[in-house]
């Protein structure tokens, strides 16, 4: 099983994640070319690919690749179904399920050591101020992902009784489990339902994998087919509002957001369509 970092160094310079010169811009297009050359080279070449979009070592998927602020759920969900569509076996991190962001961390809470090292040398070595240091080192330290789960709006995030070895989230009371478990509209309960088609449609997990609507800046459309059946992700993978038109014979079967309008998707709407064949 291969697991590959192309994702991870979206708007990366050649030298790392550290590595600031490009900003850290990237746009839909760039993320959906990744997505595409790995998907269309394990088909070609019969290797099996971890699907990820966040681990350990790298940023909160949702501050990394979504947006946190306006379109925390409905992003995260998008990533979610990107994740599960793609070509291999999709990987769940501990607290994407529930949408965890990014912590804003000060300096003598940082654990990370490449973190920390680094940060010395933007200083000395490239002449980096301070401030912007601290800020470039903010944006892609592992401690955001080693932060503990948060279960529920208790002392710790209900992770332990006494202080945990690492700071707990101060976002830890709004975005929790238990906060999320009875919320039919929730990021976990979205990804149950996701869950639930993956294991329930054959075509999600056997069918022929393609993709279509390549060359659109913002739509993301991935297939599985399996001849009786094909499960499609349609999704607006940006802020702004998308044309769009479904087809008559595509039944929704999951939305992550709760009015559809026949004729557009909203921003990060995600689609998870069924057509059955005759």
Same mark, same amino acid.
């Given at each position: 099983m291969i697991i590959h970092f192309d994702l991870h160094m979206l708007g990366c310079g050649p030298?790392?994640?550290?590595?600031f010169r490009k900003g850290y811009w990237y746009s839909t297009k760039d993320f959906k070319n990744v997505l595409h050359s790995w998907n269309k080279a394990a088909i070609k070449h019969e290797f099996h690919v971890a699907s990820t979009m966040s681990n350990h070592d790298q %940023?909160?998927?949702?501050?990394?690749?979504?947006d946190d602020h306006t379109y925390r759920f409905e992003s995260a969900k998008a990533?979610?179904?990107i994740n599960f569509?793609?070509?291999g076996s999709p990987f769940i991190y501990q607290g994407e399920e529930i949408a965890m962001k990014n912590m804003k961390l000060p300096i003598e809470d940082w654990k990370d050591f490449e973190a920390k090292n680094t940060y010395k040398a933007l200083q000395s070595m490239m002449k980096v101020p301070a401030f912007l240091a601290k800020k470039i080192i903010q944006k892609m330290s592992r401690d955001h992902a080693r932060g503990?789960?948060?279960?529920?709006?208790s002392a710790n995030g209900g992770f332990s009784e006494v202080q945990p070895w690492f700071k707990v989230n101060d976002d830890y009371e709004s975005i929790n489990v238990e906060k999320q478990n009875d919320d039919s509209d929730s990021v976990l309960n979205y990804v149950r339902q996701l869950t639930h088609l993956y294991h329930s449609i054959s075509a999600f997990t056997l069918g022929k994998h393609t993709e279509s609507m390549i060359d659109h800046p913002y739509l993301i459309m991935m297939h599985k087919d399996d001849g009786k059946q094909r499960i499609s992700c349609i999704c607006n993978f940006s802020k702004k509002s998308v044309k769009f038109t479904l087809m008559d014979d595509e039944v929704i079967l999951?939305?992550?957001?709760?009015?559809?309008s026949n004729n557009q998707l909203? %921003?990060?709407e995600t689609l998870i369509t069924l057509k059955t064949h005759f």
């Open positions: 030298l790392g994640k550290f590595d %940023p909160r998927a949702v501050s990394r690749f979504g990533l979610f179904a569509f793609n070509v503990v789960m948060q279960w529920n709006h999951l939305s992550n957001v709760n009015h559809h909203q %921003p990060y």
